[in-house]
């Protein structure tokens, strides 16, 4: 078969389309692919969800003024009641509590006579130490105990004056005068001795005696309490919280009983994350479920184990105890920023940085390419970082790549019907 010119001219053109087409595809065939994007102008959008269970914000407790088991019991969890309603009844020992209380005083009574006599007999002593101190003879002036201590004194003291006379006139030895005189003196020691004993026995029996009656005092209030506390009413308008009372259990003094919720003012507590920066005392935030959709203020921020934890206050009469809330935190800048989305940011040893698309002229024609832009970012919301710094164009950036890049490194761009023209 004779070719003419014409048809090999023609496979000559074929081929060569064929050759270029080969050659750019194996030229390109290694190259990233990345998809590009512009920087633009906008607000940051920061939003977060959690959940939480909202609770009363204020309660009065009740705890037992005194041990007792629990009587009757008229009202359960989640009851509306009002101020002076009968909430339950408990049983006391009062019988015991009145036959202690009449035994401390007996032991009151006791003690008293104690010290009265004690304090008679110190008196005595020291007015008849008082008056045998006196030259005169003193005891036809006094009567009782007192004038027998001031004649045995006497009598002491004559033993002594005659002892003195006789071993003036040598009748009796030193020794007889010295034994006298020391039998005076013992006998003044020994009741200076007992009056020292009673007023220690006193001051003794008189710290018995306060402590016997503060324990009396306090028997009293224990039995005023039984009476008082007999039977328990709420003390405000409100919703039983929490009941800890049950017929026939037993619990000590102090011990929690009911807990009734008031008003209604909710607290919700939920956990955020700990990098989120925009949630803050003072704000607002969505609060609903299935039933109910309400708004709510952040009352306190507080970091916790596993982020922040969130107080937050709801005031709603359609809620209840125990409900389970959804709770959505939104924030939007009120100013522009330079923004890219989170993917297109880079980071290594020397900062942050972009992958900027650039075109150029190349062997097989025009091609695209990345380079290095250093910047330093700012805020940023789940899609987009807004840019401080670094940032003058709005030339396209890469947004993702399928491979590694490095500055100059040529590469295929997905998308630049959006950026050059054809």
Known sequence: MKLNRKTIGAL???????LLFFSKTIYTYNMPEVSGTRPRRGSLSKLEISSGVAGWAETETIYSASSGVVGNVYVREGDVVEAGQILFEMNFDAASAERRLAEIENNIAKLEA???????????????????????????????????????????????????????????????????????????????????????????????????????????????????????TAPVNGTIHELSAERGRYFPENAFLVSIGIGNEFTIECTISLDNNFVNPGG???????????????????????????TITVVSDEINDGETFTITFENVSNSPFTLVPNSAINQDNDGYFLYQIKRRRGIMGEEYYVDRLNIIPGDSDHQNTAIIRGITFFDPVVLVSNKALYPGQTVTLKNPEDFFEN
Request: with cysteine; net charge negative; proline share 1%.
């Open 114 to 232: 104690d010290i009265r006599a004690q304090m008679s007999r110190l008196n005595n002593i020291r007015e008849a130490l008082e008056a045998a101190s006196l030259e005169t003879d003193s005891e036809r002036q006094y009567s009782g105990q007192t004038g027998l201590i001031i004649m045995e004194i006497n009598r002491a003291k004559a033993l002594v004056q005659n002892a003195r006379l006789s071993f003036e006139y040598g009748l009796q030895s030193r020794n007889e005068l010295t034994d006298a005189e020391n039998n005076l003196l013992s006998l003044f020691y020994r009741y200076e001795s007992e009056a020292n004993d009673l007023e220690h026995s006193i001051f003794m029996k008189q710290l018995d005696l306060e402590n016997l009656k503060f324990t009396r005092d306090s028997a009293g209030e224990t039995l005023r309490d039984y009476r008082n506390n007999a039977v328990i």
């Open 12 to 18: 000559i053109f074929i081929f060569l389309i064929l």
């Open 284 to 310: 607002r935030c969505e609060v609903s479920n299935a039933s109910h959709t309400l708004f709510g203020t952040v009352r306190r921020v507080r970091p916790s184990a596993h982020g922040k934890t969130v």
